[in-house]
Structures are given as structure tokens and as C-alpha cells.
């Protein structure tokens, strides 16, 4: 792949091609250039969309996906820029702004794009922004439209402030409707009265009040562009016939690539699983495949099934893999060689597939609170995905009927003509409570535009907050915040007593006072306090964590693990991560009470208590309720105490053995990028008084950890720190081929930690007296369970317990001694056993080859002697 040319890298001919910098022709004969370079020709709806860009209308722009809304965001960031206005791209997910951003880079060069997605600010000064809708919601309220004035004749240049937006691209805009979020699609419309739009989605609706509301509020003209012919047109059917057949009708007859939509994780895989009886794949394209995967390393648990599956034609795709194993399964569909993919119905999120056809299997999902049949606007969303532009020249969208409908047409098709045995068929039914859908579920779906996007805002302290430090008078503000945003007028009032309480809370703790209004007319409120630095733009809660560390002492020998659960309460919760934590404590805790000989009921009441590890719940939640009282702008904000890095950590596992443990095959994916997060936090929010030598070791061991996992989510994290340079280099080309990794042994401290991690798990088995488990560890070396009890009994004659506690896990109890001689680099390692008297006159001593480490991938390590110093 050749370099990316740039927007900017070629100035002079841009400065031809548009003498006035502002002239509309120019400006869209500069990108229709540039486009015409890259090998684009522009639909007719682009065209439009362009045309009333440079000349300054806002632009709603409802059409089909795949029909290049992409293209018409890039060209909205080149129209700003060449008028000197600074513009922000905004979306729903980070993922999609950190895409947005690379490819941004890549065209108009690092110096003009910065991103800020609250946990990452790269180049925030930048001319062209990209970030989440709620970091633009918050700028939009602190500033109030804040943009430079316009320069006195249309050849003057615009310089903005820093605060300034000028131009607002707004993607995945029906987001606007969503419950929980859609005030921050919300807010910019209300807030940025003199900047331009664009709002763009596949399934916006009837938009007139936007266009009308827009029209008022900003005196601009709106166009509307609703284009619905697709490129690749679509074409829709009901299928009552099994899904292995009908799978096996679509790719005899080529209309695969087929994504198969499911409404959980789960069911996608179980799905795929159960499609590996059929004949997806010949033996020439099994073979194929087996050659693009190479030495394509898969792990563990979900790595040995998606490779099973991959290797028999099959796919899977959803959000709780693992990011190599998502790519590696998006590699080999755009090579054509895997027809089945089995995925959610969010497509994979930023799946990058083409998708000949779409089967969805269900038209009914659980949204959280209840089963319910897909909304049009949700079932257009999925069914857009089929046919690709360039290689198709048509896609299909088919519905499957529900399972007891094809059953029932499974033995009608047996009883042929015969009335008798018609007679005798018992017909199945839908399971009772459950929400069905048939063929006329299918048909309104089909027919139906998607639903008008409802309004959704709401009052928060952030929201007050960040009225009251705009320039101004804030009550004037925050009164047309309240009485003319979108919601009915009915709802407005719930508003203004939200926004009252906010207030009451604000200045009982002595943030807010009223103060008299300049030249006496009345009074109005200010903020006694500033707020802090980027507030509402970054972790809310790190500023917390900040203050949290000092209540901490730094010569406890848990003080690695106490910062890290202070760190942790600060984090996104991962649900099922969690969730599976209290699974398995309460199963624990059952077992107990059984074997105490606790009945029914007693135990029913005594599981209520029971739930994921909370270290330092009791201390921290007083914390916060202090921090609060002084910070209220958290008010809004809950506290999430929880132990999934430390119990990482205290239970001495690999990422593989953590998985396992805990049956997180298939949402292996969610915890990884928890622990993805928390190495950032811990680099990010730990002061160096608070960095002891063991902190620094575990902060080490858990980016060694997430980087042998799958590296991609670190990487791009460094990607951000150190962007593209202007001309491009430096830029990561995605050779389809997993990322090299670097030597194991080449972080010494990581892994050192992954070193010690390996011995203590050993002294945590010895301590229960585990020997099977310790045989299965060390018993290709002659360390069998057998040999471990010999060597250890007579510990225990002299010991009633090995301590597995703070001190015993304690740097001062591991010796390392590094040696390099005609055998090679290696490492003599010894483990002092924490006996009860404190003599530490037991040891584990063993050998590790960093050679072979290296090879490996992970630490390989010898037991050479168990017993007395």
C-alpha cells in the first residue's frame, strides 16, 4: 500500500484551485479533485451534499449504507478548514472516533486532527476534532457557541478561539433517540446556534423538525438529503426452511459471503458450532484457509473453538472476542474465504466485512428490560449491512420464520397428501411468555420507514455546572436550556425542578452564590470555586483516585494492591466479568453452607450478601461521600469498587488460567479491555510518590499481560500518544498478519512479575496441600503429585499452614540470580516459604530458560529442588 495522499500536502495546488479560500466553486472543485485522485467518483447524493456544504447550509444526511456518508464527512472537515473554522467529528462509540481519527491523520496530516474521547486528549488543540457526543455536549454547554466572530469581508481569515466550533459532524446521529445518551446529540444543536451541521445516518426518519428547528435557531438553510436508492440494491424474503439448508442453498449458489445475525453472544457461537456438520467449505478452500492462517497463534478456551471453526469455513463476530481474533475473521471473509459468519446484531462494531447477504434469525431481542420485536429503525440498521458496493450487484436480507413455525412445516412436508396422517400432526406452538414474530412481523418491519427520532435530555450536575462557568449570565443560560430544547412542553417542567434541586445541592456545599446583577436588575448565580482543568472532557473520577491514594500507606505491604483498588473503583464496570465473579462466589458459598449443614432457606438468605470482591468498598465509599460534599460536579457519578486486576493478581493467574477459571470463553474480549484500561489508569493517574518498586513491577506485569493477549488495544493507545507525522509516516499498515511480538524476556521487570506470579502459584497450591495440581504443572520435569507431597510433608510436620498473605507474596522472599554461561541466559530462582515462626528456611527453587521463554512466549520454569535450606 502505497502513501496516503493528504488534503494539505499539496497547498499550492490547492491555493489554484481556490484563490478566495471560501469561493464554493472552488472549494468543491478542490475535493471533487482530490476524491477523482483517490480513485472516487462521487454519487449523485455526495454531489449534493458537497454543493450545499460550501455554501454553508447545514446538511441532514439520511441515506443508505454503504452510499459513502464517509466521504461527505471528509469533505465537511476540508470545507471548515480551508474557511479558517474549527470543526469536530463526533460518534457514539471510542472506537469509531479513534478510526475517524487515524484515517483523518492520514488525510489532512497529525498537526490539523487532534481526538478526545474522555480517557485519551491528542492534540487538543487542533484544528479538526475528534471525540464522543459527549465531550462535544460539554463543550457546547461551557461555551455557548462561543465561536470567534466572523472576519468583516469574506477574504479575511478566521483565526478561532480555543473554544470555538465552528462545524459540527454529527455521525450515528440516530443516537439522538437513545435513552441514556441522547442528550449529547441533543445539546450542540441547542448550544452551537453559529455553527454549521451535518447529521448523518442510515436511519434518521422524517427529519422536518430538525430541518425546521435548525432553520430558527441558527437563520441557516437546511438541506435535506434522503436519497434512497442504494448502490447495491436490496432485496427481501421469509424463510421457513431450517438455517442449515437454507445456508446451504446461499453459498451453492453464491450469494455468500452470509452474516448470520443473532441477538447474543452466546447464540452466535452456539450457532456456529452447530453449523459445523455442514459442508460450508470444500476440502481445496479448508486448505486455503489453513494457508492464510499460517502460524496465526490462537489461545486457550475460545482461541482452540474459533479455530476449529475457521479452519471449517465458519466465523465468528461479536464485541466480546478478543480483538486479534475479530480481525483474523474479518481478514479471511474479505479474502472470500469463509461464507458463514455467525455474529450479534450490532454487526461486530466497526466490522470492516463485506456481507453478500444477511440472514437474521430472530426478530425479536431483549433490550434490558424486556423481550420485544425489533423497531424498524433497528432492523434497517442490520439489514443495510448486505451488498457491497464494487462487488455485488445485489444484497439480500432474509428473516428466518421462528423454530416451532419451521417444525410444523418439517412434518406437514412428511405427511404429504395424506389427510390421515395431516390429521395426526400435532401442532407445536411458540413457548409460552415468549414474544413471537411471523411473516407479518417481517412485512411491517420491511414497509416501515424507520420510527421518528424521540427526544431524550436530562439534567445533570456536569450539565449545570458547566452553564454556570460559560461567559455571561448562566441563569439567562440555563433558562433557555430548559424552556426551548426538544422535549414536549409537558416534559419541560420535570427539567426545570431537576435543574433546581442541581442548584439547591450546588450551593448548599458552597460551589454557587447568588450575586447581584450588574446595574441592579435583580441577581443571578456564579461559581465560587473553578472548576477543574478539562472538566467533563477526561475520567471524571481520576481526579478522585488522585485524592483516594493519599489515604493510603506506602510501607503496608499491600500498598501495590490498595492503589490498584483505588484505580479500579474509578473504571467502567465489565458486567460479565463481574457478573461471573458473584456466580462463583455464591456457588462457593452454597458449597460451604452445605457442608456446614445450613438448610434451604438459610442458605437462599444468607446468598443475598454474597457478591464480586469489593477490597476497600468500606474505606473508599466514605472517601467519596466526603469528596462529594466539596466536588459536587460528581454528584451525578457512582463509585464502582472492584477487584478484577487484584484478584488477577492475588490468585496468581495467567490471563488463559483467569478466563478459565472464571468461564469467560466468550466475553474473553470485555476482559481484556478492562484490563487494557486499568494499565493506562495506573500509568496515567499514579503520582511517583505513590509508585513504589512493586507497584511499578505489577503495573508492568499487567501491560506484559494484555500485550501477550493481544496487543492491538496498547498499541493503538501508543499510536495516539505519538501520531502520524504530517507526511504520513509512521502510519500502521494492516498487513492482515498478527502483530509481531516483541521477546518476553526483553520488559525485565515485566517479566520478573510474571516470574514471580509462576513460583507464588505454586506456593498458593502447596499451601492447600493441591498436589494433583502441582503434578500437572512440574510433572514432565519429574515433579509429579506424588513427589510434591514427599518433598512438602515434612514441612508440615514442623508447620501447621504456608502463608499465602501480603508478606509472603513480598519482594524480600524471591531471590533472583541471573546467570549467562555455554548453556546460555537463565535465571536461578528460589521462594522463601512464609512459615508461621517467620524462619523462611523452606524453599521452591527452580530454573528458568529465557531462551526457551522466548520461544515459548511465556515463562518456562524447572523445579529443581523443594525442601530446608
Request: with cysteine.
Amino acid at each position: 500500500m502505497g502513501p496516503v495522499a493528504t488534503l494539505t500536502d499539496r497547498p499550492l495546488t490547492l491555493t489554484e484551485r481556490m484563490p478566495a479560500q471560501r469561493d464554493p466553486d472552488s472549494l468543491y472543485e478542490a475535493f471533487t479533485a482530490w476524491a477523482q485522485d483517490q480513485g472516487l467518483a462521487l454519487y449523485p447524493a455526495q454531489q449534493e451534499a458537497l454543493l450545499e456544504l460550501v455554501t454553508g447550509s447545514h446538511v441532514i444526511l439520511s441515506t443508505p449504507t454503504g452510499s459513502g456518508k464517509s466521504l461527505v464527512a471528509m469533505a465537511a472537515h476540508f470545507v471548515a478548514l480551508a474557511q479558517g473554522r474549527r470543526t469536530y467529528y463526533t460518534a457514539p462509540l471510542k472506537a469509531l472516533v479513534s478510526e475517524k481519527f487515524f484515517a483523518l491523520v492520514a488525510a489532512f496530516g497529525s498537526d490539523n486532527v487532534g481526538m478526545m474521547t474522555g480517557d485519551s486528549a491528542v492534540n487538543p488543540g487542533a484544528p479538526i476534532i475528534c471525540c464522543t457526543a459527549e465531550i462535544l455536549a460539554n463543550i457546547a454547554l461551557r461555551t455557548g457557541g462561543g465561536v470567534a466572530e466572523q472576519p468583516g469581508h469574506p477574504d479575511d481569515p478566521v483565526v478561532p478561539g480555543d473554544d470555538a466550533v465552528g462545524q459540527v459532524v454529527m455521525d450515528e446521529f440516530h443516537f439522538y433517540a437513545d435513552p441514556q445518551r441522547g442528550w449529547a446529540w441533543q445539546v450542540p444543536l441547542l448550544e452551537l446556534p453559529r455553527a454549521q451541521f451535518l447529521l448523518m445516518s442510515a436511519t434518521l426518519g422524517d427529519v422536518t423538525f430538525f430541518a425546521d428547528d435548525l432553520t430558527r435557531r441558527t437563520e441557516r438553510p437546511v438541506a435535506v438529503v434522503t436519497h434512497t436508492e442504494r448502490p447495491v440494491p436490496l432485496t427481501f424474503a421469509y424463510a421457513v426452511e431450517p438455517l442449515h439448508e437454507l445456508l446451504e442453498e446461499l453459498v451453492t449458489t453464491r450469494r455468500a459471503p452470509v452474516y448470520v445475525v443473532h441477538f447474543t453472544q452466546a447464540a452466535a457461537v452456539e450457532r456456529a458450532q452447530a453449523l459445523m456438520s455442514m459442508n460450508v467449505a470444500s476440502r481445496e478452500q479448508r486448505d486455503e484457509i489453513a494457508t492464510e492462517l499460517g502460524d496465526f497463534r490462537f489461545g486457550p478456551g475460545f482461541g482452540r473453538t474459533l479455530s476449529r471453526l475457521l479452519r471449517h469455513g465458519i466465523g465468528v463476530h461479536h464485541a466480546g472476542m478478543l480483538p486479534k481474533y475479530r480481525r483474523v475473521v474479518e481478514r479471511l471473509t474479505q479474502k472470500g474465504l469463509l461464507k458463514v459468519v455467525c455474529g450479534t446484531d450490532t454487526l461486530g462494531v466497526g466490522i470492516n466485512v463485506p456481507i453478500r447477504t444477511v440472514v437474521l434469525t430472530s426478530l425479536v431481542k431483549y433490550d434490558g428490560v424486556r423481550m420485544r420485536h425489533l423497531t424498524a429503525r433497528e432492523f434497517h440498521q442490520i439489514s443495510g449491512r448486505a451488498g457491497r458496493a464494487g462487488y455485488d450487484t445485489v444484497g439480500e436480507v432474509i428473516v428466518l420464520a421462528p423454530e416451532h413455525v419451521i417444525e410444523n412445516r418439517k412434518l406437514l412436508e412428511r405427511a404429504g397428501d395424506d389427510p390421515k396422517k395431516i390429521k395426526k400432526i400435532v401442532r407445536k406452538k411458540a413457548p409460552e411468555g415468549a414474544v413471537n414474530w411471523t411473516d407479518k412481523t417481517f412485512e411491517r418491519l420491511r414497509d416501515a420507514p424507520p420510527e421518528p427520532l424521540t427526544p431524550s435530555f436530562a439534567v445533570s450536575h456536569a450539565m449545570v455546572l458547566n452553564v454556570l462557568a460559560r461567559p455571561g449570565d448562566p441563569v439567562e443560560a440555563m433558562k433557555h436550556l430548559l424552556l426551548d430544547n426538544h422535549e414536549p412542553e409537558s416534559a419541560r417542567g420535570r427539567l426545570v425542578r431537576q435543574a433546581v434541586n442541581v442548584y439547591r445541592s450546588l450551593r448548599a456545599a458552597g460551589v454557587v452564590e447568588r450575586v447581584p446583577r450588574a446595574g441592579g436588575r435583580g441577581s443571578t448565580v456564579r461559581l465560587t470555586v473553578d472548576l477543574p482543568p478539562h472538566f467533563a472532557l477526561n475520567q471524571a473520577l481520576s481526579p478522585f483516585a488522585f485524592a483516594a491514594l493519599d489515604l493510603l500507606d506506602v510501607e503496608s505491604p499491600t500498598h501495590a494492591l490498595d492503589v490498584v483498588s483505588v484505580i479500579e473503583a474509578t473504571l467502567d464496570e465489565p458486567r460479565q466479568v463481574l457478573a461471573a465473579q458473584a456466580n462463583k462466589a455464591r456457588g462457593e458459598a452454597v458449597a460451604a453452607m452445605k457442608a456446614e449443614g445450613y438448610d434451604y432457606d438459610e442458605r437462599m438468605a444468607a446468598l443475598e450478601d454474597v457478591t464480586y470482591p469489593q477490597p476497600l468498598a468500606e474505606l473508599l465509599q466514605a472517601a467519596f461521600a466526603t469528596y462529594r460534599t466539596t466536588n459536587p460536579w460528581v454528584a451525578d457519578l457512582e463509585l464502582s469498587p472492584k477487584s478484577v486486576v487484584r484478584d488477577m493478581v492475588e490468585r496468581t493467574m495467567t490471563f488463559p488460567e483467569y478466563v478459565s477459571y472464571y468461564a469467560l470463553d466468550r466475553t474473553e474480549g470485555v476482559l481484556l479491555r478492562y484490563l487494557a484500561d486499568a494499565y493506562r489508569a495506573l500509568r496515567q493517574t499514579v503520582p511517583e510518590e505513590s509508585r513504589t518498586e512493586e507497584l511499578a513491577e505489577l503495573v508492568e506485569w499487567l501491560g506484559e499481560v494484555v500485550r501477550r493477549t493481544d496487543s492491538s488495544l496498547l498499541d493503538e493507545w501508543e499510536r495516539l500518544r505519538n501520531p502520524l507525522d504530517d507526511d504520513g509516516a509512521g502510519a500502521r499498515v494492516d498487513t492482515g498478519t498478527e502483530d509481531v511480538a516483541k521477546p518476553i524476556t526483553t520488559n525485565a521487570r515485566a517479566f520478573r512479575a510474571l516470574v514471580r506470579s509462576a513460583l507464588f502459584r505454586r506456593v498458593m497450591l502447596a499451601a492447600r496441600e493441591d498436589y494433583q495440581a502441582l503434578g500437572a504443572l512440574d510433572g514432565a520435569d519429574g515433579w509429579d503429585a506424588d513427589a510434591w507431597a514427599a518433598a512438602l510433608d515434612p514441612y508440615y510436620d514442623d508447620h501447621d499452614a504456608i502463608g499465602i498473605g501480603p508478606d509472603a507474596r513480598g519482594p524480600q522472599l524471591l531471590i533472583v540470580t541471573e546467570r549467562r554461561d555455554g548453556d546460555g541466559a537463565r535465571w536461578e530462582v528460589r521462594q522463601l516459604l512464609d512459615d508461621p515462626a517467620g524462619d523462611h528456611d523452606w524453599r521452591i527453587d527452580a530454573v528458568v530458560d529465557l531462551a526457551v521463554s522466548d520461544a515459548a512466549g511465556d515463562v518456562v520454569l524447572r523445579v529443581t529442588a523443594v525442601g530446608p535450606l
